[in-house]
Protein backbone atom coordinates (compact mmCIF):
# COMPACT_ATOMS: atom_id res chain seq x y z
CA UNK A 1 0.00 0.00 0.00
CA UNK A 2 0.87 3.53 -0.33
CA UNK A 3 0.20 6.38 1.90
CA UNK A 4 0.18 10.12 0.42
CA UNK A 5 0.25 12.83 3.32
CA UNK A 6 -0.31 16.49 2.12
CA UNK A 7 0.48 19.43 3.81
CA UNK A 8 0.64 23.00 3.09
CA UNK A 9 -3.35 24.39 2.30
CA UNK A 10 -4.75 27.66 3.57
CA UNK A 11 -6.37 30.51 2.71
CA UNK A 12 -4.44 33.42 0.92
CA UNK A 13 -5.62 36.42 -0.70
CA UNK A 14 -5.51 36.68 -4.30
CA UNK A 15 -2.15 37.68 -5.83
CA UNK A 16 -0.46 35.51 -3.03
CA UNK A 17 1.93 32.10 -2.71
CA UNK A 18 1.17 29.07 -1.43
CA UNK A 19 3.80 25.53 -1.21
CA UNK A 20 1.64 22.17 -1.28
CA UNK A 21 4.05 19.03 0.00
CA UNK A 22 3.22 15.39 -0.48
CA UNK A 23 5.38 13.29 1.11
CA UNK A 24 4.78 9.09 -0.31
CA UNK A 25 5.58 5.87 2.07
CA UNK A 26 4.25 2.60 2.14
CA UNK A 27 5.39 0.32 -1.35
CA UNK A 28 6.36 3.52 -3.00
CA UNK A 29 8.76 1.26 -5.57
CA UNK A 30 8.64 2.08 -9.43
CA UNK A 31 6.60 5.34 -8.87
CA UNK A 32 5.95 6.23 -12.41
CA UNK A 33 4.49 10.08 -11.64
CA UNK A 34 3.38 11.71 -8.99
CA UNK A 35 1.21 14.90 -9.19
CA UNK A 36 -1.55 17.58 -8.12
CA UNK A 37 -5.22 17.26 -8.95
CA UNK A 38 -7.88 20.02 -7.79
CA UNK A 39 -11.78 19.96 -7.18
CA UNK A 40 -13.81 22.89 -6.93
CA UNK A 41 -17.27 22.49 -5.57
CA UNK A 42 -19.62 21.31 -8.31
CA UNK A 43 -16.76 20.99 -10.63
CA UNK A 44 -14.98 17.76 -11.69
CA UNK A 45 -11.73 16.51 -9.85
CA UNK A 46 -9.15 18.19 -13.21
CA UNK A 47 -5.44 17.65 -12.99
CA UNK A 48 -3.11 20.67 -12.19
CA UNK A 49 0.52 19.19 -12.78
CA UNK A 50 2.05 16.20 -13.34
CA UNK A 51 5.80 15.10 -12.60
CA UNK A 52 6.92 11.34 -14.28
CA UNK A 53 9.63 9.72 -13.27
CA UNK A 54 11.99 11.15 -15.51
CA UNK A 55 11.35 14.76 -14.48
CA UNK A 56 9.08 15.63 -17.65
CA UNK A 57 6.17 17.87 -16.77
CA UNK A 58 2.92 18.52 -17.59
CA UNK A 59 0.44 21.48 -16.30
CA UNK A 60 -3.12 23.02 -17.06
CA UNK A 61 -3.09 25.77 -19.13
CA UNK A 62 -4.65 28.10 -16.44
CA UNK A 63 -1.88 27.39 -13.85
CA UNK A 64 1.30 27.64 -16.72
CA UNK A 65 3.35 30.04 -15.53
CA UNK A 66 2.02 30.46 -12.49
CA UNK A 67 2.11 27.16 -10.53
CA UNK A 68 5.80 25.03 -10.46
CA UNK A 69 5.32 21.23 -9.96
CA UNK A 70 9.08 19.36 -8.11
CA UNK A 71 10.00 16.25 -7.07
CA UNK A 72 12.80 15.26 -4.18
CA UNK A 73 13.24 11.58 -5.14
CA UNK A 74 15.29 11.27 -1.44
CA UNK A 75 12.33 12.38 0.68
CA UNK A 76 9.76 10.79 -2.24
CA UNK A 77 7.77 14.28 -2.04
CA UNK A 78 6.36 16.40 -4.45
CA UNK A 79 5.46 20.18 -4.01
CA UNK A 80 3.45 22.62 -5.90
CA UNK A 81 4.60 25.99 -5.84
CA UNK A 82 1.45 28.39 -6.30
CA UNK A 83 2.12 31.81 -6.90
CA UNK A 84 -0.18 34.51 -8.23
CA UNK A 85 -3.11 32.18 -6.95
CA UNK A 86 -6.80 33.30 -8.02
CA UNK A 87 -9.99 33.02 -6.40
CA UNK A 88 -10.70 30.71 -9.15
CA UNK A 89 -7.92 28.41 -7.95
CA UNK A 90 -9.44 27.79 -5.14
CA UNK A 91 -10.76 23.96 -4.45
CA UNK A 92 -9.78 20.93 -2.67
CA UNK A 93 -6.12 20.16 -4.41
CA UNK A 94 -5.16 16.02 -4.32
CA UNK A 95 -1.82 14.79 -4.37
CA UNK A 96 -1.83 11.89 -6.98
CA UNK A 97 0.64 9.43 -7.33
CA UNK A 98 1.00 6.95 -10.46
CA UNK A 99 2.60 3.35 -10.00
CA UNK A 100 0.73 1.15 -12.66
CA UNK A 101 -1.97 1.89 -10.19
CA UNK A 102 -3.54 5.19 -9.01
CA UNK A 103 -3.07 6.70 -5.20
CA UNK A 104 -4.92 9.37 -3.77
CA UNK A 105 -3.93 11.47 -0.91
CA UNK A 106 -7.19 13.11 1.59
CA UNK A 107 -6.66 16.61 0.02
CA UNK A 108 -5.76 20.15 1.28
CA UNK A 109 -8.35 22.46 0.88
CA UNK A 110 -6.55 25.94 -0.60
CA UNK A 111 -8.73 29.08 -0.50
CA UNK A 112 -7.74 32.46 -2.45
CA UNK A 113 -9.94 35.07 -1.24
CA UNK A 114 -10.91 38.42 -3.66
Known amino acids: QVQLVESGGGLVQAGGSLRLSCAAS????????MGWYRQAPGKQRELVAIITRSGSTNYLDSVKGRFTISRDNTKNTVYLQMNSLKPEDTAVYYC????????WGQGTQVTVSS
Open 96 to 103: YLYRGDDY
Open 26 to 33: GSIFSINA
